[in-house]
């Protein structure tokens, strides 16, 4: 099934022919007798498609005279244009072939954007005459009265029931029957590739994610928690602990600003990018405080400090390799080496380079260990750090709807799109989560604790009031 409606977009090419007799009231009729005058005049059975028409129009051309003779109607608008367009058209009562109007060559671009949707009142009409012309052949095994029967309730909009039935057959049917004619929707193709893109309208939310009555409140309510929690700090035994700890909080603490005022320029992409950042080192500060073991914190620090240092070595040999003398080589890197050195407190030469992460295990799964919530921020917001297909085509992209051109992308026409409330809203609960650790692992004070609780409680409080059961924020109402 997945298959079928996945070539969706190929089938209604081929059954383009059809779109004039389905748009009729009197649509069931006027396919049988269709059907009925080329069998008389021709000899062969008309299935509905472009190549069966083809195949008829090859061998019997004079026959299809008298077949435009009884049934003008099939031969007008579209398909006019389309048949003329592969030179199947035939002549009409005085032997002309008159060029189609440039109302019929657009009835090409409109039909073809009714049929975008499968699952679309036109397509399912396509759908049902299909299948009634293919019973008539005894392509397939259902009656002629029941196809006919359900191509009328089709037409007279009389059974939803019935437009489900007539899809999941015609899926069926084509799941196991011949696929296109590939050369046909190929030469369709390439003549919609000469009519320019259309790119599709983006439309942008009604209005910012932020500012956000209530949740500005809340927004500053933990900028003063992290104040209050950094004010209180002292430093540890060993240092490094605390160093990293603070340092960590303070990245945070920023990081949470830069989104927020990020999503009120409805900056999307740079949201979640910076959201991105902002989970990094939450998961990072969690981890450490869950292990509770000094010895990882100064390995936090040791580890980046020996990237560094094999960095500038590597910059070094690079310049010697360039042919620059071992004196001027390290001239133009000793004072970088030497800060490692002052920051670190012992010599580089004592660190070891490790290749991978610094904590020896993937942050992924440091999310994993921690708690759903982290993880879902992380690989969601992975897409936009990294550049993935998914944040591309959100930010970066617009879908051509131009209906004659395979689905494809033209660049997006706005600087910038907006990501929603999604990383106003992660980005503060995030925010809570670290905070309410750090509060326990400093020990802070009971009133801090107290406050963050709070926090959290008004943040959650929000979240059940705008979010639907399905997960979806109602925010673009909220007045700002």
């Not at 295990?361 to 936009?384: C, G, V, W």
């Not at 970066?396 to 992308?409: A, D, E, G």
Request: net charge negative; hydrophobic share 45%; charged share 25%.
């Amino acid at each position: 099934m997945q298959v079928a409606e996945a070539s969706w977009h190929d089938w209604r090419i081929e059954l383009l022919l059809l779109c004039e007799l389905a748009v009729r009231s009197d649509s069931v009729d006027a396919t049988i007798r269709l059907y009925d005058s080329i069998l008389h005049h021709t000899g062969r059975q008309f299935d509905g498609t472009m190549s069966s028409w083809r195949a008829i129009f090859e061998e019997h051309a004079d026959g299809l005279v008298f077949v435009r003779r009884d049934n003008p109607v099939f031969f007008g608008g579209l398909n006019h244009a389309l048949l003329s367009l592969f030179k199947l058209a035939v002549p009409d009562e005085n032997g002309l072939l008159p060029d189609p109007t440039e109302l019929e060559t657009g009835r090409i671009i409109a039909i073809m954007t009714a049929l975008q949707n499968p699952r679309g009142p036109l397509s399912t009409r396509v759908k049902a005459l299909h299948l009634l012309l293919l019973a008539r052949t005894g392509v397939t095994k259902q009656s002629l009265a029941e196809a006919d029967g359900a191509a009328r309730e089709i037409m007279e909009e009389s059974s939803t029931r019935t437009a489900g039935e007539i899809r999941a057959r015609w899926i069926a049917m084509r799941s196991f029957d011949r696929q296109v004619n590939i050369d046909y929707v190929a030469a369709f193709v390439e003549f919609g590739l000469e009519i320019p893109c259309n790119a599709t309208d983006y439309i942008p939310p009604r209005r910012k994610p932020w500012p956000m009555k209530d949740l500005t409140e809340i927004a500053d309510a933990v900028d003063a928690a992290f104040g209050a929690l950094l004010a209180d700090s002292r430093p540890a035994i060993p240092t490094d602990v605390s160093d990293v700890i603070i340092g960590n909080l303070v990245r945070i603490r920023q990081l949470t600003h830069r989104v927020l005022n990020a999503s009120s320029e409805d900056d999307g992409m740079v949201s979640e990018i910076l959201l991105r950042s902002l989970v990094d080192s939450a998961v990072q500060i969690r981890w450490l405080f869950n292990k509770n073991d000094p010895a990882l914190y100064s390995q936090f620090k040791a580890r980046s400090l020996a990237s560094e240092r094999d960095a500038i070595e590597n910059l070094q040999q690079e310049l010697k390799t360039s042919g620059m003398s071992d004196d001027d080589a390290w001239n133009i890197v000793r004072e970088d080496y030497a800060g490692i050195g002052e920051r670190l407190g012992r010599w580089p030469e004592l660190l070891s380079v490790v290749y991978g992460p610094w904590s020896d295990i993937p942050t992924s799964r440091m999310a994993r260990e921690l708690d759903r919530l982290l993880l879902t921020t992380f690989q969601r917001t992975s897409d936009s750090a990294h550049g993935s297909w998914r944040s591309i085509e959100k930010f970066q992209l617009s879908l051509c709807n131009n209906p004659l051109h395979p689905r494809h992308y033209v660049p997006a026409a706005e600087e910038r799109r907006s990501a929603g409330i999604v990383p106003v809203v992660s980005a503060l609960l995030t925010a809570v989560n670290v905070l309410a650790a750090a509060c326990e692992v400093m020990a802070a004070s009971s009133s801090l604790g107290l406050e963050v609780q709070k926090i959290d409680a008004s943040l959650r409080q929000w979240i059940i009031d705008h979010q639907s059961t399905f997960g979806v924020f109602d925010w673009e109402s909220v007045e700002e």
